[in-house]
């Protein structure tokens, strides 16, 4: 059983930063992936980010590469993802999710464990 609570988010405009935080609890320690999804209304479910339990892999979807960094703070048990150069079509509701399949894909969404979301809204 593992919980996580999102913050961070609000609204901003065109260019400006964001960092959402996901804190964990629970049964960390069989945690596998760590992922990071958005969803804007009317839209279906997008790959954002993810982190496997090491730390060295990271993975990103191709609209927020080069823009979006994930990482994670193990003393903290605590998820990042530091948003820059934000965009109006980055505006969705962020949810920070735990995958404890073994080797199963990042980048599915068949993560186990949801947090209640955060909203990121970008004004242009």
């Known amino acids: 059983q593992v919980q996580l609570v999102e913050s961070g988010g609000g609204l901003v405009q065109a260019g400006d930063s964001l960092r959402l935080s996901c804190a964990a609890s629970?049964?960390?320690?069989?945690?596998?992936?760590m992922g990071w999804f958005r969803q804007a209304p009317g839209k279906e479910r997008e790959f954002v980010a993810a982190?496997?339990?090491?730390?060295?892999?990271?993975y990103y979807g191709d609209s927020v590469k080069g823009r979006f960094t994930i990482s994670k703070n193990n003393a903290k048990n605590t998820v990042y993802l530091q948003m820059n150069s934000l965009k109006p079509e980055d505006t969705a509701a962020y949810y920070c999710a735990a995958k404890q399949r073994w080797l199963s894909n990042p980048r599915a969404d068949d993560y186990e464990y949801w947090g209640q979301g955060t909203q990121v809204t970008v004004s242009s």
């Open positions: 629970g049964r960390t320690s069989s945690t596998y992936a």
């Open positions: 982190i496997l339990w090491s730390g060295i892999n990271t």
